[in-house]
Every structure is written in structure tokens, then in C-alpha cells.
């Protein structure tokens, strides 16, 4: 028996590149497991954004149903209805606080385009004001489809690479 031969059982051989995939993907699964969502309703979706903790919609199952009110603790910020122009920094500050990486639903009509409400009170896209990386349509939308976007958004950390800056 050859030294090649024993040392196969008690040494493990890779790469740095095999190192780094596997450190990736442990991340990404962490991450997308453990969706901690910002608690920001504006308007009627906030009832349905409310409604994916019940027990029907049970968000749990994917590991977003913590909701926070902090900014500081929470990394997926859901705008759930027309944003305001007196509300527009605000929203901003938020988002801002929040920690890196961080991720953005527009929820409804209202956040995402300003719906009926065009004049100059309503800002026209949160898009305006923070990047938006899911955009789910509906007025309001049903706790499902933001269930949907969760799990979109799910799938794009799981592309994402953290460790590559």
C-alpha cells in the first residue's frame, strides 16, 4: 500500500475555488432562509402584507415571517402602498439604515407605480427613491403573491455571490 493510498482516507484534497463555491453557498443559504422583513405598511396592502403571517398564508415556511421594526435588524424592506412626498425621505432613511446586503419588494399598484393616485401628493415608483428588486403588481395583491416575490427574491440571493465583494 502506497503512501497516495493511505493518505486518501485521512486527508481531503481541493482547490481554493472549491473552497470559496462551498463558503458561497453556505452563506446564500443562510441568508435566503432567514428573510427578516421591515414591518412598513403605508396603506391597504399592509393588510395583505399583514395576512402572510396567518396562519392560511404561513409565511414561516420559508423563513421570512419575522417581521421587525427596527431598520437595523431587518435586510428585505416590503413598501406595501402609496408612498407620500412628505414620506419619500423617510422611506429613504430607512432604507438606509438598513444593513448590507439588503433587498427591496415594491408590494401593490401604489408603491410601484402610484396607481389612480397621480398628482403631485404620491410619488409615482418607489423606484424613485430606493432600488427596487421585486415589483409585485395587484391592488392589493394577495398574501400568495407576496409569498411569490419572497421567493423570488430568494432565488436571486442564491445567485448572489457574498464573497466576491
Known amino acids: 500500500m502506497g503512501v497516495e493510498e493511505e493518505l486518501k482516507d485521512t486527508v481531503f484534497l481541493t482547490t481554493v475555488e472549491r473552497m470559496v463555491g462551498l463558503a458561497e453557498s453556505t452563506v446564500n443559504w443562510a441568508r435566503k432562509s432567514s428573510l427578516w422583513p421591515l414591518t412598513f405598511g403605508l396603506a391597504c396592502c399592509a393588510i395583505e402584507m399583514m395576512a402572510t403571517v396567518s396562519a392560511r398564508a404561513d ?3 420559508f423563513g421570512a415571517e419575522v ?3 427596527s431598520p437595523r435588524q431587518a435586510d428585505l424592506m416590503i413598501v406595501s402602498g402609496r408612498v407620500s412626498r ?3 425621505p423617510a422611506v429613504r ?5 438598513m444593513a448590507d446586503p439588503k433587498w427591496v ?3 401593490g399598484s401604489c408603491a410601484s407605480t402610484g396607481n389612480v393616485f397621480n398628482n403631485y401628493a ?4 418607489v423606484d424613485r ?3 427596487v428588486d421585486v415589483y409585485l403588481p395587484g391592488c392589493p395583491p394577495r398574501p400568495e403573491a407576496l409569498i411569490s416575490a419572497i421567493i423570488q427574491i430568494q432565488e436571486k440571493i442564491k445567485k448572489d455571490h457574498p464573497l466576491r465583494g
Do not use: C, L, N, T
Open 59 to 61: 409565511v414561516s415556511r
Open 67 to 69: 417581521f421587525r421594526a
Open 86 to 88: 412628505k414620506m419619500a
Open 93 to 97: 432613511r430607512i432604507y438606509d439604515q
Open 105 to 107: 419588494i415594491s408590494m
Open 122 to 125: 404620491i410619488v409615482q415608483g
Open 129 to 131: 427613491i430606493v432600488p
